[in-house]
């Protein structure tokens, strides 16, 4: 058997406080170690136990400053003697949207996890969405995380035959129904949260996210139904934080909407679980994990029904026009009102999350990176 090093950039992934981030720690951790392959991560000193605490796997800090930047630099001029020096016979990519080189010397196989126009974060979106195309020509391989984001690659010119499809998983030690949910109060530290409540879990990053109007859906469905439910909105702040906030502070049902600002990975089982439904209408999701582990804990979703969301969700949620209010309020009416709908939902959501799990993930990727570096 040929041996073979494998190396893991985590540049780019936010110290595991991102989805990226949440990737690389999901893949580490549901990574097996097999016979002549030896697995080997480098990014900020910062990660140095991130990702690797408790895995018997070698962590290489690299000394750059931690801001994107920076790391971008370093991926332009210094990665390639790096790669050389370590000796990698291929190299992983899990967030080649914010950080890659243009060129490559060693193997490479990109994982791409999410929409690119939604990754172009500065003030040069051409220039950037230029670089990106440029090394994406240049890669071996690319991972898509969904058919939606293989075809938005396909679109953007990248070439079709270099593209294989490979699901996220998601974590069934930690998303399970639970066996009791009769307290009155979801009790996740330092939260108390009063129940019924609706979720949707996703940073304040944009307009696209549709955090305002999932809002004004929250009021007309209060409104109209005069139920007990609250609407719990659990993210990072971001670009678009002030917005949101004053869409809550001004809706009429301000007290009934908690915005609970930056919510660890590990706290959303119990979050999903105690919850009346997931509420998910975002329109940029290229992967849409969120309701897969919503799904995994027992509860109805309805989502919007654009990007990826209905490759993901199958015939396991509902799904609304993210831009029609009324429509969005009456799927939470309905999965609230409706106990045939919402036991179908929660019977074919258990199902259809069993398929994604990280052990397949992880495996049909190391063998993308074997059969690139055996030929």
């Known amino acids: 058997m040929r041996y073979m090093k494998i190396g893991i950039d985590s540049f780019g992934c936010d110290h595991a406080r991102s989805g990226l981030g949440t990737y690389l720690l999901s893949f580490i951790s549901n990574y097996q170690k097999e016979d002549g392959v030896t697995l080997e991560l480098f990014g900020s000193p910062l990660d140095k136990f991130t990702y690797t605490s408790g895995k018997d ?19 332009y001029f210094s990665a390639h ?17 914010r950080v890659l080189p243009v060129s490559f010397k060693t193997r490479s196989v990109v994982v791409v996890n999410s929409v690119i126009d939604t990754k172009l974060e500065d003030n040069f979106a051409y220039f950037t969405r230029k670089k990106i195309r440029k090394s994406f020509d240049a890669v ?13 690659l396909i679109s953007h010119g990248i070439d079709k035959n270099k593209i294989t499809v490979i699901y996220n998983g998601i974590d069934h030690k930690l998303f399970y129904p639970p066996i009791d949910t009769s307290d009155d109060f979801a009790d996740i530290k330092p939260f108390a949260i009063r129940k019924p409540y ?23 469905f209060k409104e109209k139904t005069k139920l007990p439910h609250r609407l719990v909105i659990s993210g990072s702040d971001g670009e678009y934080s002030d917005e949101v906030h004053k869409a809550a502070f001004e809706s009429p049902y301000a007290s009934e909407i908690f915005l609970t600002g930056f919510f660890p990975h ?36 309805a989502c919007s029904s654009s990007c990826a969301l209905p490759e993901i969700a199958g ?31 929660i019977a074919n959501g258990l199902e259809r999350a069993k398929s994604f799990n990280w052990e397949n993930t992880v495996r049909q990727t190391i063998d993308i990176v074997k059969k690139l570096v055996n030929g």
Request: proline letters at 5%; glycine letters at 6%; one cysteine or more.
């Open 57 to 75: 796997i070698k962590f290489i800090p690299v000394n750059v400053s931690d801001s994107l930047n920076a790391e971008r630099r370093w991926h």
């Open 81 to 97: 003697t790096f790669l050389k020096k370590h000796g990698y016979d291929a190299v992983i990519y899990p967030a080649p949207e």
């Open 140 to 152: 071996d391989r690319i991972i898509a995380a969904s058919q939606f984001i293989a075809d938005d």
């Open 198 to 220: 609706f979720t949707y879990g996703s940073k304040l990053s944009g307009p696209e996210k549709k955090h305002i109007e999932l809002i004004k859906a929250f009021s007309l």
């Open 266 to 301: 590990e706290s959303f089982a119990k979050l999903y679980s105690d919850s009346d439904g997931c509420i998910f209408p975002s329109t940029v999701e290229g992967v849409g994990l969120p309701i897969l582990e919503a799904m995994a804990t027992g509860v109805p979703v």
């Open 315 to 345: 015939d396991s949620a509902i799904f609304f026009d993210s831009d029609n209010i009324e429509e969005i309020a009456n799927c939470m009416e309905r999965i609230v009102v409706d106990e045939g709908l919402k036991n179908t939902l």
